[in-house]
């Protein structure tokens, strides 16, 4: 049998099905071989490995990660996709196909239930362009046992994530990922892999998950609400943004002091702050009764 991904076997299964595709659901299926080994590979499987996979489609990713995994699990959102997958991934007994929105399920439980007797879980994935922030940011912050997130997406986004402090493409997303990940563009994507094509360019970014977060931290929440308010308005200073969203202006005063005892100009960008500082910065706030 041809692989799923090939573009003639990829037409037969969507005509024979009937298929259409909606965009509303980031609906955009891979025929290219080549690309989905590369994302296998760049995911390190081997059959001690389990992964999760979203958005399996018609199984063109799912079909090659069965093929290097122990056990992977794919969450589909699209009830129409689930016949289709049910008859594309017969051959292969140790993926499990859950119906479900990948924001909305239990992901504790997904992973106690499917993945007993594996340590680390990958996640991989050709993600829905429309939710990529809300789904990485929900695999972190729920601290689940992954070793590593291997997932294409739009290159603008994966840019964003893997900036450094100073440029314009660092932000939030990238200063809150970087908390909990180690961000690398695995490699650039080109439209013609793709069916239907996308508009936008796309990329595999591989994010390996930190055991123990990189700064120490009194309060993530804090972390976070500094990291988001610092960016609220890009061409703010550092004070304003915090004063406008944390502080208020009658505690004008004990910002200035907290930016002074951690040697934090008032009028610095949030885009020149780098994840050490802001830790340092709400470390301190988190001190202050607000
Ligand atoms: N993995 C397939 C491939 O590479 O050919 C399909 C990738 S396609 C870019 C994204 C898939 O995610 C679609 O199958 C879509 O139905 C599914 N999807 C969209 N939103 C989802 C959600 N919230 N939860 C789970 N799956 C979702």
């Known amino acids: 049998m041809k692989d799923i991904a090939t573009p003639t076997r990829t037409k037969e299964i969507l005509q024979k099905y009937g298929f259409s595709f909606k965009k509303s659901l980031g609906q955009n299926f891979l025929i290219d071989i080549n690309i989905l080994q590369n994302i296998v590979k760049a995911a390190e499987l081997d059959s001690t490995k389990a ?32 016949p289709i997958l049910k008859d594309t991934l ?28 594996y340590e680390k879980i990958s996640v991989v994935a050709n993600l829905p362009y429309y939710v990529t922030s809300p789904i990485l940011m929900r695999l972190l912050e729920e601290h689940l046992p992954l070793e590593n997130i291997v997932v294409m997406m739009q290159k603008e986004v994966a840019d964003r994530i893997s900036a450094a402090p100073g440029g314009k493409e660092y932000g939030a997303l990238s200063a809150m990922t970087q908390f909990y990940a180690k961000p690398e563009i695995a490699m650039i994507v080109p439209h013609s892999v793709f069916i239907p094509q996308p508009n936008v360019d796309s990329a595999v970014l ?36 915090l004063q406008t969203s944390i502080f208020g202006r009658e505690q004008r005063e004990t910002l200035l002091q907290i930016l002074e005892e951690t040697g934090i100009a008032p009028a610095r960008r949030g885009e020149t702050l780098g994840l050490e500082e802001f830790a340092r910065l709400s470390n301190r706030i988190s001190k202050e009764q607000l």
């Open 51 to 82: 992964v999760l996979e979203i958005g399996p489609g018609i199984g063109a990713l799912t079909e090659h990660l069965a093929r290097a995994a122990g056990k992977v699990v794919a969450v589909e959102l699209d009830q129409r996709l689930l």
């Open 90 to 117: 017969e051959p292969y007994p140790h993926v499990e196909v859950i119906h479900g929105d990948i924001l909305k399920v239990n992901l504790q439980k997904l992973i106690k239930e499917q993945f007993a007797g």
């Open 206 to 241: 591989k994010l390996r998950v930190w055991d123990k977060p990189p700064v120490e931290v009194v309060d993530q929440k804090m972390l976070f609400k500094v990291i988001k308010a610092s960016f609220a308005q890009r061409r703010k200073t550092i004070f304003n943004n």
